[in-house]
């Protein structure tokens, strides 16, 4: 199968997904998740109708992409585990950081990001199962961080993001899911003007084991890298 005949099932799984959820297949971006593949992989996904990467490295992902949006114009982010250390090179490089979880990273985020022409985007990660391995633990240091990113000017939130624990049991998956989306309606309550700007509402959940159940349960981004590279 070749990535386009593999993007072309997954769109029909999502379709299907949106059918039983009535929900607009318009409203959830399809991220190829691209860490540990090759440029021309990407390539071949965005001809096929990606255009959003998911990369968890940053060396890795300068490397591969430093050239690519000049000729594909895709959005790039960082889902992967951000160190300090490579908090600038993130900032400059990536137009969003899904990973932000914790205040240390925020404050490091929004120094290395004041020479960016636009606002870096970034998504607070939410810890929402036990598998979770990072992500804030509560909503209270959840809206902390989010009264940080506000007040930065550097910033932008674009949302929350989450990874459920890797088990076949829907209903433990479905919990950690509805846990962000109560985080995120929590927020919306907080921070009432920002909903009218457009922050919060990306809710980025599902990867290529448990997204039909994502979209049932209303993510707006969808990781998705095996399902969509492997042949």
């Known amino acids: 199968m070749s990535i386009a005949d593999n993007i072309a099932r997954i769109e029909e799984r ?22 540990f593949e090759p440029v021309n992989k990407a390539e071949e996904a965005f001809r096929s109708g990606i255009r959003c990467f998911g990369e968890s490295r940053v060396k890795e992902a300068v490397t591969k992409f430093e050239n690519f949006r000049d000729e594909y114009p895709a959005a790039l982010h960082l889902i992967g585990s951000l160190q300090r250390n490579k908090a600038k090179q993130a900032a400059l490089f990536f137009d969003c950081v899904q990973s932000v979880d914790r205040l240390e990273l925020i ?32 909503f209270d240091g959840l809206f902390k961080a ?41 927020l919306e ?27 049932e349960e209303g993510s707006t981004m969808l990781r998705i890298g095996s399902l969509i590279f492997k042949e």
């Open 146 to 186: 989010a009264q940080s990113v506000l007040e930065s000017g550097n910033l932008k939130p674009l949302g929350l993001m989450t990874m459920a624990p890797f088990t076949a049991d829907k209903d433990i998956i479905r919990s950690s899911f509805r846990r962000l989306v109560k985080a995120q309606g929590e």
């Open 14 to 35: 999502i379709q299907k997904a949106c059918d039983v959820s009535g929900r607009k297949r318009s409203e959830i971006t399809l991220m190829g998740v691209s860490k």
């Open 107 to 138: 404050h490091e985020l929004v120094k290395h990001s004041a020479g960016r022409e636009t606002p870096l985007e970034i998504l607070l990660e939410l810890h929402t199962g036990e598998e979770s391995k990072s992500g804030f633990s509560d």
């Open 189 to 215: 309550k907080r921070f009432p003007s920002c909903k009218m700007n457009g922050s919060w509402v990306c809710l980025s959940m599902g990867m290529s084991n448990d997204f039909e159940t994502a979209v």
